[in-house]
C-alpha cells in the first residue's frame, strides 16, 4: 500500500514539477521576444548564430536528405509498380519530403546538432559566470546572448528544412529516373502538376519555422537552467535532444491534423 501511494506521489510530483518548468520556459521565452530589439538593430550576432547553427549542421542535412530521397526512390517505386502508377513517383516523392518528413527529419537533426551544441555553450557560459559577468558590466545576457541564438535558429530551421526537401527530390530522381529508368518527363511534370505551393510548400515551411521555435526555445531554457556543473550541463544537453524530439513528433501531429485533414 505505501508502495502504491509512494508512485502516485512521484507521478503527482513530476506533473507538477513539468508544469512549473513549463510555466517558466514560457516566461524565459517572452523575455527573449521583448528584448530582442538589441539583436535586430545588431544582425551580425544574428549572422555569426545562423553561420553557427544552420550553415555548419548543412552537411548533415545534405547527405541525410540524399538518403531519406534515394530510400523513397526505391520504396516508393516497388509500391506504385505493383498498382502500374510508377510513373508517379515524383509525385510521391516530392509530397513526402515537402509535406512531412523534410521539416521533421531535418527539424530531428536540428536538434541533436544545433539544438545540443546551443545548450552546453550557454549551460558553460553559466558554470564560468560570463553571464554572471556580462550582468556586472551592465549588459542584458538575455539580449546579447540568448536573443541572437534563439532568432539565429528561427531563421536556419527553415532554410536547413527548404535544403533537405530539394536534396531528397534529387535523391528519388537519381534512384527513379537515373537507376531505375522512371521517364524522366513524367517524373517532373506529374510532380509539378501535384504539389501545390500554397497547400504543401508554405504548409511544409510553416512546420519547419515552428519546430524552430520549439528548439531553439527548448535549447537555450535548458542551457540557462542548467546545474553549474559538468554532469547538470550533460543533463541538460540530454534533456534537450529528448524534449525536442518529443516536441517535434506532438506539435507534427497537430500541425498535420490542421493543415492537412481539415480539422
Known amino acids: 500500500m505505501k508502495t502504491k501511494q509512494g508512485f502516485v506521489s512521484r507521478i503527482g510530483h513530476g506533473l507538477i514539477d513539468s508544469v512549473w518548468r513549463l510555466g517558466v520556459a514560457t516566461r524565459f521565452l517572452m523575455q527573449i521576444l521583448w528584448r530582442s530589439g538589441l539583436s535586430w538593430r545588431r544582425f551580425q550576432l544574428i549572422m555569426r548564430e545562423i553561420f553557427s547553427s544552420g550553415v555548419l549542421s548543412l552537411i548533415i542535412i545534405v547527405v541525410s536528405g540524399l538518403f531519406v530521397g534515394m530510400v523513397l526512390g526505391l520504396q516508393g517505386y516497388q509500391t506504385l509498380q505493383t498498382y502500374g502508377t510508377e510513373q508517379s513517383l515524383g509525385v510521391l516523392v516530392a ?138 550541463i550533460s543533463r541538460a544537453t540530454t534533456r534537450t535532444v529528448v524534449t525536442s524530439s518529443l516536441a517535434i513528433l506532438a506539435l507534427d501531429f497537430v500541425l498535420t491534423a490542421f493543415m492537412f485533414k481539415g480539422v
Open 95 to 232: 509530397l513526402s519530403l515537402v509535406r512531412e518528413l523534410g521539416p521533421v527529419v531535418a527539424a530531428l537533426l536540428f536538434a541533436s546538432r544545433a539544438g545540443s551544441a546551443i545548450t552546453a555553450e550557454v549551460g558553460l557560459m553559466k558554470t564560468t559566470e560570463q553571464l554572471k559577468a556580462l550582468e556586472m558590466m551592465a549588459i542584458d545576457p538575455i539580449a546579447r546572448v540568448i536573443a541572437p541564438r534563439f532568432w539565429g535558429g528561427v531563421i536556419s530551421m527553415p532554410l536547413l528544412a527548404a535544403i533537405f526537401s530539394i536534396v531528397g527530390v534529387f535523391g528519388g530522381y537519381l534512384i527513379g529516373v537515373v537507376l531505375i529508368g522512371v521517364d524522366e518527363g513524367a517524373f517532373w511534370s506529374q510532380m509539378q502538376a501535384a504539389v501545390d505551393v500554397r497547400d504543401d510548400v508554405l504548409n511544409g515551411v510553416i512546420k519547419s519555422v515552428v519546430f524552430g521555435f520549439a528548439i531553439t526555445t527548448i535549447a537555450l531554457f535548458e542551457g540557462f537552467d542548467a546545474m553549474p556543473t559538468a554532469e547538470g
